[in-house]
């Protein structure tokens, strides 16, 4: 069993910085997809960035929304993952969970939520002046 610990949410001014972070408790797993989902009131949850790792292999993606933006980097020893978000904007305003597979996704089902683990309960990022 994973357990997800989310931390580093709170309210920021548009243009400002936060830095989340995830810790998944547990044994630590050679192959994985970490990353962060949000989700606006009224709206969908959507995909915001991930990692998947193979070994010494190492992606990372974006969505359009955040790429340029948003940087996310795994702590291996920590088991981590971390997301520094810059130049936010009010539309980045969400929940955001992290979530966990305990393999490596394929591309095409890095996006959808259902295939992910484990998930955390999530931090609000409210950007707002």
């Known amino acids: 069993q994973v357990q997800l610990a989310e931390s580093g949410g709170g309210l920021v001014q548009p243009g400002g910085s936060l830095t989340l972070s995830c810790e998944a408790s547990?044994?630590?797993?050679?192959?994985?997809?970490m990353g962060w989902f949000r989700q606006a009131p009224g709206k969908e949850r959507e995909f915001v960035t991930a990692i998947r790792w193979s070994g010494g292999n190492t992606q990372k993606h974006y969505s359009d929304s955040v790429k340029g933006r948003f940087t996310i980097a795994r702590d291996k020893a920590k088991n981590s993952i971390s997301v520094q978000m810059n130049s936010l904007k009010s539309e980045d305003t969400a929940v955001y969970y992290c979530?966990?597979?305990?393999?490596?996704?394929?591309?095409?089902?890095?996006?959808?939520?259902?295939?992910?683990?484990?998930w955390g309960q999530g931090t609000q990022v409210t950007v707002s002046s």
């Open positions: 979530a966990f597979r305990t393999s490596r996704l394929i591309l095409s089902s890095l996006w959808a939520g259902e295939n992910y683990d484990y």
């Open positions: 547990g044994r630590t797993f050679s192959d994985g997809t």
